[in-house]
Nanobody, 116 residues
Framework: QVQLVESGGDLVQPGGSLRLSCAAS????????MFWYRQTPGKERELVAR????????NYADSVKGRFTISRDNAKNTVYLQMNSLKPEDTAVYYC?????????WGKGTLVTVSS
C-alpha cells in the first residue's frame, strides 16, 4: 500500500527556516516524481514544488521560488522541502503527493505556522 508520512512542521518566526520530510513506502520510490502541496482553510490546495524521479528536474510555484528547495534521497525513500526566509503567508498544512498508476496518493499533512 502506498503510504506517505510528512514530518517537520512547526511554529517559526518570519524569516526563519524549516525542513519538511516525507517518508514514502509501498511503491518504487526512485521511479516516481514527488510533489509538495500546501493548503490553508477555505483555499484550494496549491502545488508548491515538484521533483523528478532522479532529482534532476525541479519546479516551484512563483510564490516560493528562490526560498524553498525540494530534494530527495532515493536510498532513504524520502523527499524533503527546505523552506527559508519564511513569511506568514507560508502558513499552511503541507502535504506530499505521488501519482501512482493514475491515482494521487497523499500524506496526512504537517502544519507549518509562521508567526511572531
Amino acid at each position: 500500500q502506498v503510504q506517505l508520512v510528512e514530518s517537520g512542521g512547526d511554529l517559526v518566526q518570519p524569516g526563519g527556516s524549516l525542513r519538511l520530510s516525507c517518508a514514502a513506502s509501498g511503491f518504487t520510490f526512485s521511479s516516481y516524481a514527488m510533489f509538495w502541496y500546501r493548503q490553508t482553510p477555505g483555499k484550494e490546495r496549491e502545488l508548491v514544488a515538484r521533483i523528478g524521479s532522479t532529482g534532476g528536474s525541479t519546479n516551484y510555484a512563483d510564490s516560493v521560488k528562490g526560498r524553498f528547495t525540494i530534494s530527495r534521497d532515493n536510498a532513504k525513500n524520502t523527499v524533503y522541502l527546505q523552506m527559508n526566509s519564511l513569511k506568514p503567508e507560508d502558513t499552511a498544512v503541507y502535504y506530499c503527493k505521488v501519482r501512482w498508476y493514475g491515482t494521487d496518493y497523499w500524506g496526512k499533512g504537517t502544519l507549518v505556522t509562521v508567526s511572531s
